[in-house]
C-alpha cells in the first residue's frame, strides 16, 4: 500500500434510489482531512480505475467541528468529516471508506436530509423565547453551578452522530432522538426557558418521546462534544414522571 496516495471508497447514490461504489485515489499531503480528499476528487472526478465520474457530493460550512453539517460515517464510524485526519485513518496507506448517514433520507451521495432533527427541535420548543426583539436589559443570573452542567449541553450543534448511532432511532420509529432530549434539559434549566419547561416535558411524554428510548447509550459513545447525553435522558426521565405523576396539580 503506497503512503504517496490517499485511497477513499465512496459509496454514491441518489435519492432512495440504488447505492454504487466507486474508488478514487488522490495525493496524500501532511495533516489532510476527509473533506480535503473530496476537494481533491472534486478537482479531477476520475475513478482509480481510469473512468470518468462526477465530483462527489457532500455538506461542509464551518470546517472546525462546529456546525455539525460534515456528518458522515467513516470506516464504519459516524463522525465529522472536517475532523477525521488522514493520518489517523490510513496511518498505512488503508483504504478510508466513506457512506452517508442511513437514518435520514439520502439526497445524493454523502448528502442527507436531516430535517427530521429540525422538526424534533420545533416540537420540543428547543429554544428560549424572548418578547421581541429590544433591549431587555440584563437578564437573570445563573449560578456557577448551573453554568458548569449546562456548557457540556450547549455544544450540541446537531449532527446526527447520535442519532445515527441509535439503535431505536429509525424509519419505523417516532423517536425523537437523545439530542432534543438533552437541549429540553439545557432550555429547561435556562432562567427564561424554564418558563416554557411543561411544554418541553409535555412533547418529550408524547408519542417518540423519552419512553422510546432504548438506554443503548450508543449515542454518548459517538458524541464529538463529548456531552453526558444519557444523563440527561436519566434526568429528563425523573422530571417527567414527576410531571405524569403530579403536573394535574399545575392545572387549573
Known amino acids: 500500500m503506497g503512503l504517496d496516495t490517499v485511497t477513499l471508497k465512496i459509496r454514491r447514490g441518489e435519492g432512495p434510489g440504488p447505492s454504487r461504489w466507486e474508488t478514487f485515489k488522490v ?6 482531512n476527509v473533506v480535503s480528499c473530496l476537494l481533491e476528487v472534486q478537482k479531477n472526478p476520475v475513478t482509480a480505475d481510469g473512468k470518468a465520474s462526477t465530483p462527489v457530493q457532500w455538506d461542509c460550512s464551518c470546517l472546525e467541528e462546529v456546525c455539525g453539517a460534515c456528518t458522515m460515517v467513516i470506516n464504519g464510524r459516524v463522525r465529522q468529516s472536517c475532523s477525521a485526519l488522514v493520518k489517523d485513518l490510513s496511518p498505512e496507506g488503508q483504504t478510508v471508506v466513506l457512506e452517508p448517514m442511513s437514518k435520514f433520507p439520502r439526497v445524493r451521495d454523502l448528502v442527507v436530509d436531516r430535517q427530521r432533527m ?12 424572548i418578547d ?3 433591549q431587555l436589559g440584563p437578564g437573570p443570573r445563573v449560578s456557577q453551578e448551573d453554568q458548569e452542567v449546562m456548557y457540556p449541553l450547549s455544544r450540541c450543534m446537531t ?3 447520535c442519532v445515527e448511532a441509535c439503535p ?3 424509519d419505523r420509529s417516532a423517536f425523537l432522538g437523545p439530542q432534543v432530549i438533552s437541549l429540553a434539559r439545557l432550555y429547561n434549566m435556562h432562567p427564561s426557558g424554564s418558563m416554557q419547561a411543561s411544554q418541553r416535558l409535555d412533547a418529550l411524554m408524547g408519542v417518540g418521546g423519552i419512553a422510546d428510548c432504548g ?7 459517538v458524541c464529538p462534544k463529548a456531552i453526558p447525553l444519557t444523563e440527561s435522558i436519566a434526568v429528563l426521565g425523573r422530571e417527567t ?8 396539580l399545575l392545572k387549573g
Open 159 to 161: 449532527c446526527g452522530c
Open 215 to 221: 438506554k443503548a447509550q450508543n449515542c454518548a459513545e
Open 241 to 248: 414522571l414527576k410531571r405524569a405523576l403530579f403536573g394535574w
Open 168 to 170: 431505536n432511532y429509525n
Open 118 to 129: 429540525f422538526d424534533a427541535l420545533r416540537k420540543t420548543r428547543a429554544w428560549v423565547e
Open 27 to 32: 495525493p496524500r499531503r501532511p495533516m489532510m
Open 132 to 134: 421581541g426583539t429590544h
